[in-house]
């Protein structure tokens, strides 16, 4: 019910309006996928970072735990 009245309560056409909701889903879509590449590349250059640590700075942040190998 609510639906019909926010519908009747439009001053928009039909058409314009359907364009606006769908103009809405493409910039949902658009920001969830920049989300996600925006969590990727943070994966990432996590990472890199860790790539290009040195033994002594690994074996201080992980300790030495000699169950790893």
Do not use: C
Not at 34 to 40: G, M
Request: glycine share 2%; aromatic share 4%.
């Amino acid at each position: 019910m609510a639906k019909k009245k926010e519908e009747t309560s439009s001053n928009l056409p039909e058409d314009i309006l359907a364009k606006l909701k769908e103009t809405k889903k493409e910039l949902v879509k658009e920001e969830q996928k920049r989300a996600e590449e925006k969590h990727a590349q943070e994966l990432f250059e996590r990472k890199e970072r860790e790539k290009n640590l040195s033994f002594a700075e690994l074996l201080e942040r992980h300790g030495d735990k000699g169950n790893k190998f």
